[in-house]
């Protein structure tokens, strides 16, 4: 009974350290119910007087064994072994893990150009081709002496915690075990966080829009192009009333002023008048009267500056090519969504759990513009996928501005624009099991070798 306590003890939390006292023959059975991190100290009674000393080590082939470190007297005294006697009863993990004797590590990665791009041979072998996590992952092994293994997630996800508790993609591969480690564009998130553990940042990014580069205005009607239709509307309105506001005050001067010298205008007359005086034909109208000489003149001189503007605009537009306008924030989104734009992000990426997890915000309403009838149109397999939807159709992906403008570097980066603002500033890191000693090991290595972020 007293050795069934100790395996549950030693299950509920990898990073304590125990110290084992039994009279059952535990050497061989004890390293089957631990896990790497776990460091346990065995005492094996060998008489009344004497006793047995072990210590869990994971030796160079991965396997985690209990290795016998020395032998304790009833008389108080130590006795390493000859070939432990540099050891302690429970070592150091820092010190233990600055290196790994040449261990082959599983490491779980996506085929994501330009951080890992991989191959995957006829008999299944994943190979590495290059990427920038493929050279932090080259630089940090050489460091520690170990090699690694390529996998590669069922789902394909990046992932994370789910609502139905399950854990998807790579970080569920590195949650259950299936792999020390990975890395592969992996934004830190507090949901990531509460299942696996993350080295710090070896690299600092932020989120922007990718949309379709604007194309060309259709000059076809480059003659209206020049004011806006409220500036139209406006023009047509004076213009419809000037000639009746002059018809009326010759009336009135007529009939209840006296002034019998007026030529009688008819209403046509005036309207024409105005409408001539509007495309620069001339005056065909004469007064001695001011009040009508005032009409006049300010009628003239609204002309004037509606035609000096419209020209010079008319100028600017024929001159310059004129584009759509482009979609450079999230507060765009409404707008783009009226235009006929979609929108969307990679499934299970940190982007897309910050947006799905907005109560209120920004954040909030552009996940409700999402399309969540068919969600595989927002919510998309890789990166990759999200460039050929741009290229496709009219598409925002939200997406890491590294990624995004080496991408478009590759496809041709007049077919993209890249929105100049960014958002969502979050760390890439290295992540491995909870209560995994990679995780300090790898941090050191990765500062001594790379810098800090």
Same mark, same amino acid.
């Given at each position: 009974?007293?050795?069934?306590?100790?395996?549950?003890?030693?299950?509920?939390?990898?990073?304590? =350290?125990?110290? %084992?006292? @039994?009279?059952? $023959?535990?050497?061989?059975?004890?390293?089957?119910? !631990?896990?790497? +991190? *776990?460091? &346990?100290?065995?005492?094996?009674?060998?008489?009344?007087?004497?006793?047995?000393?072990?210590?869990?080590?994971?030796?160079?082939?991965?396997?985690?064994?209990?290795?016998?470190?020395?032998?304790?007297?009833?008389?108080?005294?130590?006795?390493?072994?000859?070939?432990?006697?540099?050891?302690?009863?429970?070592?150091?993990?820092?010190?233990?893990?600055?290196?790994?004797?040449?261990? =082959?590590?599983? %490491?779980? @990665?996506?085929? $994501?150009?330009?951080?890992?791009?991989?191959?995957? !041979?006829?008999? +299944? *072998?994943? &190979?590495?081709?290059?990427?920038?996590?493929?050279?932090?992952?080259?630089?940090?092994?050489?460091?520690?002496?170990?090699?690694?293994?390529?996998?590669?997630?069922?789902?394909?996800?990046?992932?994370?915690?789910?609502?139905?508790?399950?854990?998807?993609?790579?970080?569920?591969?590195?949650?259950?075990?299936?792999?020390?480690?990975?890395?592969?564009?992996?934004?830190?998130?507090?949901?990531?966080?509460?299942?696996?553990?993350?080295?710090?940042?070896?690299?600092?990014?932020?989120?922007?829009?990718?949309?379709?580069?604007?194309?060309?205005?259709?000059?076809?009607?480059?003659?209206?192009?020049?004011?806006?239709?409220?500036?139209?509307?406006?023009?047509?309105?004076?213009?419809?009333?000037?000639?009746?506001?002059?018809?009326?005050?010759?009336?009135?001067?007529?009939?209840?002023?006296?002034?019998?010298?007026?030529?009688?205008?008819?209403?046509?007359?005036?309207?024409?008048?105005?409408?001539?005086?509007?495309?620069?034909?001339?005056?065909?109208?004469?007064?001695?009267?001011?009040?009508?000489?005032?009409?006049?003149?300010?009628?003239?001189?609204?002309?004037?500056?509606?035609?000096?503007?419209?020209?010079?605009?008319?100028?600017?537009?024929?001159?310059?090519?004129?584009?759509?306008?482009?979609?450079?924030?999230?507060?765009?989104?409404?707008?783009?969504?009226?235009?006929?734009?979609?929108?969307?992000?990679?499934?299970?990426?940190?982007?897309?759990?910050?947006?799905?997890?907005?109560?209120?915000?920004?954040?909030?309403?552009?996940?409700?513009?999402?399309?969540?009838?068919?969600?595989?149109?927002?919510?998309?397999?890789?990166?990759?996928?999200?460039?050929?939807?741009?290229?496709?159709?009219?598409?925002?992906?939200?997406?890491?501005?590294?990624?995004?403008?080496?991408?478009?570097?590759?496809?041709?980066?007049?077919?993209?624009?890249?929105?100049?603002?960014?958002?969502?500033?979050?760390?890439?890191?290295?992540?491995?099991?909870?209560?995994?000693?990679?995780?300090?090991?790898?941090?050191?290595?990765?500062?001594?070798?790379?810098?800090?972020?």
């Amino acid at each position: 009974m007293r050795e069934l306590q100790v395996r549950s003890n030693v299950l509920e939390s990898p990073t304590i =350290q125990w110290f %084992v006292i @039994t009279d059952e $023959n535990l050497t061989e059975e004890l390293p089957s119910l !631990l896990r790497e +991190g *776990t460091q &346990v100290a065995l005492v094996q009674r060998t008489t009344d007087q004497k006793a047995l000393l072990f210590s869990s080590r994971v030796d160079p082939d991965g396997q985690l064994r209990l290795h016998k470190v020395g032998s304790w007297s009833a008389s108080g005294f130590w006795h390493p072994s000859s070939q432990q006697e540099k050891s302690e009863l429970v070592p150091n993990l820092q010190e233990y893990y600055s290196d790994f004797q040449g261990r =082959q590590l599983v %490491v779980t @990665t996506n085929d $994501n150009w330009p951080f890992f791009k991989i191959k995957t !041979l006829e008999n +299944g *072998t994943i &190979v590495a081709i290059s990427g920038i996590d493929l050279s932090v992952i080259n630089a940090v092994s050489e460091k520690l002496n170990f090699t690694y293994r390529l996998i590669t997630p069922p789902d394909g996800r990046w992932g994370g915690p789910q609502p139905n508790n399950t854990i998807t993609g790579l970080v569920g591969q590195v949650a259950r075990h299936e792999a020390h480690a990975t890395l592969c564009e992996l934004f830190i998130t507090v949901s990531r966080e509460s299942v696996v553990d993350f080295t710090v940042p070896y690299y600092l990014g932020s989120a922007t829009l990718v949309s379709p580069a604007p194309k060309e205005k259709n000059r076809s009607f480059a003659i209206f192009s020049t004011f806006t239709v409220d500036v139209w509307l406006c023009i047509c309105v004076f213009t419809a009333l000037a000639g009746p506001l002059l018809y009326k005050v010759t009336r009135f001067l007529v009939l209840y002023v006296g002034e019998q010298d007026i030529a009688d205008y008819s209403l046509q007359s005036f309207s024409f008048n105005v409408y001539r005086n509007l495309m620069v034909q001339g005056n065909l109208i004469t007064s001695h009267r001011w009040s009508l000489r005032f009409i006049f003149f300010s009628w003239y001189l609204f002309c004037f500056y509606i035609y000096a503007l419209y020209s010079g605009t008319l100028t600017a537009v024929l001159a310059i090519r004129a584009f759509e306008k482009p979609i450079d924030s999230l507060h765009e989104f409404p707008q783009a969504r009226q235009n006929g734009f979609s929108f969307g992000a990679v499934r299970d990426s940190s982007y897309a759990d910050v947006l799905k997890s907005a109560k209120s915000g920004i954040y909030r309403e552009v996940w409700q513009l999402f399309d969540h009838d068919n969600e595989d149109k927002s919510l998309l397999p890789s990166p990759d996928v999200g460039i050929e939807m741009v290229l496709k159709e009219k598409y925002v992906f939200i997406n890491c501005q590294l990624n995004t403008m080496l991408q478009a570097a590759r496809w041709g980066p007049d077919k993209f624009y890249i929105g100049h603002q960014t958002f969502l500033p979050q760390g890439c890191g290295i992540a491995c099991s909870s209560g995994s000693p990679y995780k300090g090991a790898f941090s050191k290595a990765g500062v001594q070798t790379l810098g800090p972020v």
